[in-house]
């Protein structure tokens, strides 16, 4: 079988193309901008240049496929670039749309994609409407499909809990999101990828999307409790709580 996917230099994309690779006798085919510079399997996997949003180059790399795993981020994610159309709206939004389009006209038979916790409700800021966009798209190409929703994914190269890391190790001080009382639920982007692995394979029908997380909540400054024991800097960070 041969199974695509978007984005698969990126730091979940790399991790489920691993996972990709443990079955026997799949062709694994990675889209990069650079395909020369992203190739970290030593030429074990196949490596196509394409562009979010690009339907020719997206065109050239779902020909012949089976199942399709889009996972694409755009540079320097989650600091979006609206000068350079680096956005969420832009690249996951929009470029999914085209992305599903390209692979329903080819005959794609699954559309596997890496949304995120709290899709699907209407929310206005963009990465939630950038999500709502990109999910209705795929469910209205008539495809197998599987909408992965995924929470707050670390890992080793992730640019969240490690940046969290960073201000543990070195800041007097660390920030808090709200009140420190919102509740978090972090997943491995080992789990995410093998997850992936399991919905790209075998057959099943459209169906509602897959929401997972860790299952042991945490207050956001319970979490950071890890972070600092974890870190080169622990007893010297101090969280202040915010004012009331």
């Not at 901008?33 to 394409?50: H, I, L, S």
């Amino acid at each position: 079988m041969r199974i695509v996917v978007t984005g698969g230099t990126g730091f979940i994309g790399g991790e489920v193309v691993d996972r990709l690779r443990e079955t026997p006798g799949d062709e694994i085919v990675v889209t990069s901008r650079d395909p020369e510079r992203g190739d970290r399997w030593g030429g074990r996997v196949a490596m196509v240049q394409a562009f979010a949003g690009d339907p020719l180059s997206l065109g050239r790399a779902f020909t012949g496929a089976e199942v399709v795993v889009h996972a694409i981020q755009f540079p320097n994610h989650p600091v979006e670039d609206p000068a350079r159309g680096r956005t969420y709206l832009e690249v996951d939004g929009k470029g999914t749309r085209v992305a599903a389009t390209v692979a329903k006209n080819l005959g794609v038979r699954r559309f596997v994609y890496l949304s995120g916790a709290g899709a699907g409700q209407g929310r206005p800021q963009p990465w939630f409407r950038a999500k709502d966009m990109a999910e209705a798209a795929i469910k209205e190409t008539g495809m197998e499909y599987a909408l992965l929703r995924p929470s707050w994914i670390y890992g080793p190269g992730d640019r969240s809990m490690n940046r969290f890391l960073f201000f543990c190790r070195y800041l007097p001080m660390v920030p808090v999101i709200g009140d420190g009382k919102t509740t978090v639920r972090p997943i491995s982007v080992k789990d995410v990828a093998r997850c992936v692995r399991m919905r790209s394979g075998g057959r099943m029908r459209r169906t509602r999307p897959w929401s997972w997380a860790d299952p042991s909540a945490s207050a956001w400054t319970r979490s950071y409790a890890p972070c600092r024991r974890s870190s080169a800097g622990a007893g010297r960070c101090s969280i202040i709580p915010p004012p009331s």
